[in-house]
């Protein structure tokens, strides 16, 4: 008698599997992970995932996303974020803008200075050396890159070369337009 082997009828796909969910978004994943894993290969692992995953536009706006609260409470110069992003919303001290929140690792790549809706394009920094990390990690949350990719609208990425590191962007905007 002799003996055939089928070949499964499901073959296997070629490359590597990809994720479907960022596990990065999980605390105490992430935290397990960090016990083992050095700051830097932490941070690099993360923010794979990120590109990999892309943004979870589950709260492009800045005011309302939940992974921005620590952000949103914190102040600077007697006004907290959240303060701040409403009088960007409503139009009042335009050239204060940015100069403040450059501290916080924010960029505004356009706004419409015009009457009318601001339709502002606000950048957070992903990157490792970020200045929003003091902030997240003083309130305790270590995986808010994860977090701000989820709610963001878009994730934009540059390259590394060999003179400039890699740079990651969460993009949030104000004053969405009308669906």
């Known amino acids: 008698m002799t003996k055939t082997n089928t070949l499964p009828t499901k073959r296997r796909e070629e490359g590597v599997a990809k994720l479907t969910v960022n596990p990065f978004l999980d605390a105490d ?4 992970m960090r016990d083992y894993t050095e700051r830097d290969a932490a941070i690099i692992k993360e923010l794979k995932a990120i590109a990999e995953i892309r ?19 914190t102040v600077k110069k007697g006004l907290n974020f959240g303060d701040m992003l409403d009088r960007i919303v409503a139009g009042k001290e335009k ?3 940015e100069p403040w929140m ?3 690792g924010i960029e505004i790549r356009s706004v419409n200075y015009g009457a009318g809706p601001r ?3 606000l950048v957070l920094d992903l990157a490792a050396n970020a200045p929003a990390h003091g902030i997240f990690a003083r309130a305790g949350v270590q995986n808010w890159r994860s977090l701000a990719a ?8 540059e390259k590394a070369t060999e003179t400039t590191p890699l740079k990651v962007y969460a993009v949030f905007y104000l004053d969405p337009a009308a669906e």
């Open 95 to 97: 050239g204060l803008w």
């Open 150 to 157: 989820d709610d963001c609208a878009v994730v934009r990425s």
């Open 29 to 32: 994943f992430y935290a397990r």
């Open 102 to 104: 450059s501290t916080f």
């Open 55 to 73: 943004a979870g536009n589950k709260q492009p706006d800045p005011r309302l996303a939940p992974s921005l609260a620590a952000l949103r409470s």
């Open 119 to 121: 339709n502002a394009a």
